[in-house]
């Protein structure tokens, strides 16, 4: 859901963007989904003077800011943090439910009987090594 602070991508789009750039999200919870996270990013564009287009709020920082639009993508940023922790607290619930009307969660089993033969004779040169994994 990109609830990880440490965000790879992001990370390397931000770690790239220069001085005027532009960022495009299609909106903030795609962006990110911390506030945190979210006021560094405005922080960032606000040093390098970026200009954050999110959905239909467009923020230029190379002008000056109206204190209220900033503020707004803020409190779009609370509700995105919001609903990603209200996300979290249904799918936990759900789990809970599930296992308590003892519904077997996860990937079904597999039998031996259900593996392909060829798959087993596959494996078995694998394992003596006269199979590499790309073969």
Not at 36 to 58: F, N, P, S
Not at 85 to 96: D, E, P, R, Y
Not at 109 to 122: C, F, N, S, T, Y
Request: net charge positive; glycine share 6%; charged share 30%.
């Amino acid at each position: 859901m990109g609830a990880k602070y440490n965000r790879k991508e992001l990370n390397k789009v931000l770690s790239h963007i220069k001085t005027g750039d532009t960022l495009i999200s299609l909106e903030v919870s795609r962006l990110t989904r911390s506030l945190k996270q979210l006021c560094d990013v405005i922080e960032l564009a606000k040093e390098r003077q970026l200009k954050l287009v999110i959905g239909t709020l467009i923020i230029d920082y190379t002008d000056q800011i109206d204190p209220m639009t900033e503020a707004m993508l803020q409190i779009i940023g609370v509700f995105a943090e919001l609903e990603r922790k209200m996300t979290i607290k249904w799918i936990h619930s759900g789990l809970a439910n599930a296992r308590a009307k003892g519904i077997r969660l996860g990937r079904p089993g597999l039998a031996a009987k259900d593996i392909p033969k060829k798959a087993l004779e596959k494996f078995a040169l694998y394992k003596s090594r006269e199979l590499s994994k790309t073969d």
